[in-house]
């Protein structure tokens, strides 16, 4: 056995070099490529891929993963156990998928962003629709060939983005939240109390908003020397190897607090990725945290810390050094103004409270589409439907509706984990506040304790434990809207005071 | 034959879609990466380089190349002739190449790069002097290896660089260029002309340097839907794939001029790429292209346009408008300002005039160099005895002395481009100014009717001739430093008054 752990470990560190490869390539993608080279450079990219793909499914390294998985009562290291059991699970999944097979759902996927680019672009769902109709289909393809498959196609979808958490406990989870949301979004409606937002769109150049950017990084603790800032069309964050984890934004002349909360946003995923175990990355077992658990952390960030009193205490004085074209709003203002709850069209830009609701929308649609309750062309008039009903908004056209998320052109299943995420950050901060004085920390910028505290307990076993595992160990609890519920309350009541 | 020929280039695309994944991968090395990330982002490169070379060097295609070599005359189309020409050439110089000893040599660049980056750094030749007699040594290995080796060790490496030409042709250019240049640098010196050069140094914010050399790339005819301008530590151009040519800048905030004259230089190259035939690239042969007429069209947009008195009148208000830092600066006072000819340290930042001596110096000492004439701890005192002899100047450190270029961390060969670029230009302009009006079209701005005829003439057959063939074809003449020595008198004789 040491022998093929051993071999088996070689064929981890060439796939390695292409994982790196594609995340420089990917990156290059999303940032810099210009329009002329788009066609040429995603071929590209659906060519490694496809080598890469090649490479973890040859006979050998299938060979490898059966015995080294009958026989791993041999090994003795816990984490080359865990390293076997994943891979075990995952060429379950994928065993059946031939090469062609991976190459066709490439070019599915590369053709359905670039068919949903231009259906936004021209705010018409008609010249996405056969593309989502293939990506619907060839999904679903994949997920028939699994050995492993769960019974209902949805759950199969789910476990893939966030390990565990299905339907039986999703359909609860969300009837709760959504409960709690619309009783606090009533109450909101309700408050007499106005924020000001009349300098919401004032015009602040934007090598200003750069500067501004790199000082949020630096202040919450992301590392530039093993990463970088630039800008793309939809900002996402690269890791790209184990010193490269970059992140990007978008700047709007218009739109700085879009700009400042993207970066903090990105910057949170950043810092977890800076921050895992060397013992996992030597192990291999370094992709395994799940989208819930690395957008808990990414919100924690943005949200729990940024949009809170005590982080706009510490960064006002720098907000106003920086743009002298706000220099006539208060600490108070600033604060208000972060934290405006609005039902609104576009989930990207939503406040923490509506956030929920714009998350249960797709959840519920993507149950419909999956049990085959709805047909591709009849998925606009629902999803206006539900924008109006849930948050009372009519919905003007696809590009500001169904079009708005990139996520569907690449299948189903992400979305309920954005929901997810505020969860366990609300679950675990509970005990963070009783382990360190998370709030005074905040307000004196100390974020060596604070990220100190991340790295100990909510880092540290993401890569090893199911989000079930994870939150139980974290809080001693199981996944519930509670706590989030209750933080949410906590904190409109005193901005809306009702 | 057909089918020969078929599979051949089956293999070629193969080989293009690794020298595009590089192209984007050696672009991020070169700009984006961050520190932490370095040296795995260089192992990714040097991955990657020997799968290349592996693949271009397997017996498959090694039998293709022969036989098609031996059948030649029996495929139709010209330029698929000469493909297998070129092929058949640079296969009888790397075919005794084994991958081991081309990953070795990739290593030996790679540590000879990043020692050279530490000894510039530290101001300290002995840092890169071990690396530097490795590089020394292993060029030499790799050219004995050659099946169709030049007598003259040298000539392989200036055979290389500028096909054809070697040191019979060039130790005369160099003499006359060499006199022609003292000469003038001698009138230059007895001029009793001064020119205001108070308001070099004065700072200008980067975002406006940003702004401006989007400005004149658009300008001169640069396709930014095929590009893309973004910053490094050394400014280079990179012909990532067919429509990705891409420009890097490095902003000085106390160099204005420095950044405006690089981006002209580096816009000059792309221009040149993004306007070679198509037929060329379908024959896959895109990539031949020498580096003295790359310098000779770079060169051209910096010098001979972007000196010149009518670009300078064509792109003064605009200049004042975005930099009011130089408002007071008139017209004849900036042209000057960028003709200031003055013997100093750097290469990079050298007018027109003394460039070349620069060349001659570095030319004078590869050739000690490859004839085993200098021991490798001698090579900085030679550097700056010459730099005394030629330019008059003191080297104060070797930063500013012999570790100012990276050239020869990957070996020798390319300097004399540089000075063969200047003078095949200067030969080209003097039919250009025959056939089009071209001192009156560059006052009005008009790049399409100058790119046109570059195009035209210039470009249309650089990937087919050589460098010999070319020039011949382009102005009768062979090349001489004549028409070089002669503009730059006509030029300097009405800044300098003498």
Same mark, same amino acid.
């Given at each position: 056995?040491?022998?093929?752990?051993?071999?088996?470990?070689?064929?981890?560190?060439?796939?390695?070099? *292409?994982?790196?490869?594609?995340?420089?390539?990917?990156?290059?993608?999303?940032?810099?490529?210009? /329009?002329?080279?788009?066609?040429?450079?995603?071929?590209?990219?659906?060519?490694?891929? /496809?080598?890469?793909?090649?490479? $973890?499914?040859?006979?050998?390294?299938?060979?490898?993963?059966?015995?080294?998985?009958?026989?791993?009562?041999?090994? $003795?290291?816990?984490?080359?156990?865990?390293?076997?059991?994943?891979? *075990?699970?995952?060429?379950?999944?994928?065993?059946?998928?031939?090469?062609?097979?991976?190459?066709?759902?490439?070019?599915?996927?590369?053709?359905?962003?670039?068919?949903?680019?231009?259906?936004?672009?021209?705010?018409?769902?008609?010249?996405?629709?056969?593309?989502? #109709?293939?990506?619907?289909?060839?999904?679903?393809? %994949?997920?028939?060939? +699994?050995?492993?498959?769960?019974?209902?196609?949805?759950?199969?979808?789910?476990?893939?983005?966030?390990?565990?958490?299905?339907?039986?406990?999703?359909?609860?989870?969300?009837?709760?939240?959504?409960?709690?949301?619309?009783?606090?979004?009533?109450?909101?409606?309700?408050?007499?109390?106005?924020?000001? +937002?009349?300098?919401?769109? +004032? /015009?602040?150049?934007?090598?200003?908003?750069?500067?501004?950017?790199?000082?949020?990084?630096?202040?919450?603790?992301?590392?530039?020397?093993?990463?970088?800032?630039?800008?793309?069309?939809?900002?996402?964050?690269?890791?790209?190897?184990?010193?490269?984890?970059?992140?990007?934004?978008?700047?709007?002349?218009?739109?700085?607090?879009?700009?400042?909360? $993207?970066?903090?946003?990105?910057?949170?995923? %950043?810092?977890?990725?800076?921050?895992?175990?060397?013992?996992?990355?030597?192990?291999?077992?370094?992709?395994?945290?799940?989208?819930?658990?690395?957008?808990?952390?990414? +919100?924690?960030?943005?949200?729990?810390?940024?949009?809170?009193?005590?982080?706009?205490?510490?960064? *006002?004085?720098?907000?106003?050094?920086?743009?002298?074209?706000?220099?006539?709003?208060?600490?108070?203002?600033?604060?208000?103004?972060?934290?405006?709850?609005?039902?609104?069209?576009?989930?990207?830009?939503?406040?923490?409270?509506?956030?929920?609701?714009?998350?249960?929308?797709?959840?519920?649609?993507?149950?419909?589409?999956?049990? /085959?309750?709805?047909?591709?062309?009849?998925?606009?008039?629902?999803?206006? #439907?539900?924008?109006?009903?849930?948050?009372?908004?009519?919905?003007?056209?696809?590009?500001?509706?169904?079009?708005?998320?990139?996520?569907?052109?690449?299948?189903?299943? *992400?979305?309920?984990?954005?929901?997810?995420?505020?969860?366990?950050?609300?679950?675990?901060?509970?005990?963070?506040?009783?382990?360190?004085?998370?709030?005074?920390?905040?307000?004196?910028?100390?974020?060596?304790?604070?990220?100190?505290?991340?790295?100990?307990?909510?880092?540290?076993?993401?890569?090893?434990?199911?989000?079930?595992?994870?939150?139980?160990?974290?809080?001693?609890?199981?996944?519930?809207?509670?706590?989030?519920?209750?933080?949410?309350?906590?904190?409109?009541?005193?901005?809306?005071?009702?």
């Amino acid at each position: 056995m040491e022998n093929k752990l051993k071999r088996f470990k070689e064929i981890l560190a060439l796939l390695r070099k *292409y994982e790196h490869a594609l995340g420089i390539m990917y990156f290059d993608f999303e940032t810099i490529v210009p /329009n002329g080279a788009r066609d040429d450079e995603g071929d590209i990219l659906d060519f490694f891929s /496809n080598e890469h793909f090649k490479l $973890s499914h040859s006979d050998e390294i299938k060979g490898l993963i059966q015995d080294l998985y009958q026989n791993k009562d041999k090994i $003795s290291d816990p984490l080359d156990v865990k390293l076997v059991e994943i891979w *075990y699970e995952n060429y379950a999944k994928t065993k059946n998928i031939t090469p062609e097979l991976d190459l066709k759902m490439s070019n599915i996927y590369s053709r359905a962003y670039s068919n949903w680019l231009k259906a936004k672009e021209a705010k018409d769902y008609s010249l996405f629709k056969d593309s989502f #109709k293939e990506v619907i289909d060839i999904q679903r393809v %994949a997920v028939n060939l +699994r050995e492993n498959k769960l019974e209902k196609y949805y759950d199969n979808l789910l476990d893939d983005c966030e390990k565990g958490m299905l339907q039986e406990d999703l359909d609860p989870f969300f009837n709760e939240l959504k409960v709690g949301l619309i009783e606090l979004i009533n109450k909101i409606k309700n408050s007499k109390h106005v924020i000001r +937002r009349d300098f919401l769109n +004032r /015009n602040v150049p934007i090598y200003k908003q750069e500067a501004f950017s790199k000082y949020l990084l630096e202040l919450n603790g992301y590392d530039f020397n093993r990463g970088a800032l630039t800008t793309t069309e939809h900002p996402f964050t690269s890791d790209i190897a184990k010193n490269d984890a970059r992140v990007t934004t978008h700047y709007h002349e218009d739109m700085v607090l879009s700009n400042i909360f $993207s970066v903090i946003h990105e910057g949170g995923h %950043a810092i977890f990725m800076q921050n895992e175990r060397d013992e996992d990355y030597d192990h291999f077992i370094n992709d395994e945290i799940t989208n819930g658990m690395h957008e808990s952390v990414s +919100r924690f960030y943005e949200n729990i810390v940024g949009r809170s009193k005590e982080y706009i205490h510490l960064i *006002y004085p720098k907000f106003i050094e920086t743009f002298d074209e706000f220099k006539d709003i208060s600490e108070r203002e600033l604060y208000e103004a972060v934290n405006i709850v609005k039902p609104s069209l576009i989930r990207t830009e939503a406040d923490e409270v509506t956030y929920g609701l714009h998350i249960i929308i797709r959840y519920e649609m993507e149950k419909m589409i999956c049990n /085959n309750e709805i047909n591709v062309n009849d998925i606009p008039a629902m999803w206006n #439907k539900l924008y109006k009903d849930y948050l009372g908004v009519g919905v003007p056209n696809d590009s500001l509706g169904v079009l708005q998320d990139v996520h569907w052109s690449s299948g189903f299943g *992400y979305f309920p984990s954005y929901a997810i995420g505020n969860c366990y950050n609300a679950m675990y901060i509970k005990r963070m506040e009783k382990e360190i004085p998370f709030r005074s920390l905040l307000e004196k910028g100390d974020f060596t304790t604070i990220n100190k505290w991340m790295k100990e307990n909510v880092f540290i076993h993401a890569n090893v434990l199911t989000p079930k595992e994870w939150i139980k160990e974290l809080t001693g609890e199981s996944l519930s809207p509670k706590a989030f519920l209750k933080y949410l309350n906590n904190k409109y009541k005193d901005i809306y005071q009702f």
